[in-house]
């Protein structure tokens, strides 16, 4: 059981360059979130899904886009990377939907660097 | 709209001793959650505790302990007995039916060394 994984660990891109971040979870959760987390600060949602097939923006989706094509997946898209965007990347992933169960589960982290 | 304040921006606990970490929130749901998380310098956010905001007695995980009161609007969370491992970030975060996604609200965080 490895709980919430994603790839890669470490990213450097060039301002206008594109890629994908993967996260998976292995505990069928339905619901998944992505966070950037910048220096001194707390984190910040992006992107969330709450189910195969759906996604829904964050408190910062700009420049950012999601897909959930199979329940155990969720990736994180930036299309022309910005240096705004270099920050940790944070996937996390809960069950149900009731606030007073509901603990979130974090992958490792992404740092992404844009040059 | 939801805020977590941490007034806390970083404390210093010799080891062994007890420390309080300080949390308040602002939100005008009736039913919500309130968790804390680790983040140590290597970076991972590791789930601590929850309170559920309809639960009558504080929440204990081991060593750590939340501190609920109400009426005040604040969830402080207490560390027992320091370890030198538990130098890291503390991140407090509320979850609320009622926000979108049920996402999580995070507090700026409070960093605890933890001196032997």
């Known amino acids: 059981n490895a709980g919430v994984t994603q790839t890669p660990k470490f990213r450097v891109l060039k301002t206008g360059q594109s890629m994908t971040l993967l996260c998976a979870q292995d505990?069928?959760?339905?619901?998944m979130y992505w966070y950037r987390q910048d220096p001194g600060m707390g984190l910040r949602l992006i992107h969330y899904?709450?189910?195969?097939?759906?996604?829904a923006k964050g408190e910062v989706p700009d420049g950012y886009n999601v897909s959930r094509l199979k329940k155990q997946n969720f990736l994180l898209g930036l299309e022309s990377a910005a240096p705004s965007q270099t920050s940790v990347y944070f996937c996390?992933?809960?069950?149900?939907?009731?606030?007073?169960?509901?603990?979130?589960?974090f992958g490792p982290g992404t740092r992404l660097t844009v040059l | 709209a939801q805020k977590i304040t941490q007034t806390q921006p970083g404390m210093f606990v010799q080891e062994k001793e007890a420390v309080t970490l300080d949390c308040t929130y602002d939100?005008?749901?009736?039913?919500?959650?309130l968790f804390w998380y680790k983040q140590p310098s290597s970076g991972e956010m590791i789930f601590l505790i929850y309170?559920?905001?309809?639960?009558?007695q504080n929440a204990t995980e081991g060593r750590y302990s939340l501190n609920f009161q109400k009426a005040r609007k604040s969830a402080n969370l207490v560390i027992s007995a320091s370890q030198l491992g538990d130098s890291a970030m503390y991140f407090c975060?509320?979850?609320?039916?009622?926000?979108?996604?049920?996402?999580?609200?995070f507090g700026g965080g409070t960093r605890v060394l933890v001196k032997p």
């Open positions: 309170q559920g905001s309809y639960d009558e």
């Open positions: 996390a992933s809960s069950y149900s939907r009731n606030p007073s169960t509901d603990t979130q589960y």
């Open positions: 899904s709450v189910g195969e097939g759906t996604t």
């Open positions: 505990m069928n959760h339905e619901y």
């Open positions: 939100t005008s749901d009736q039913s919500y959650g």
């Open positions: 975060a509320m979850s609320s039916i009622k926000a979108a996604g049920n996402k999580l609200t």
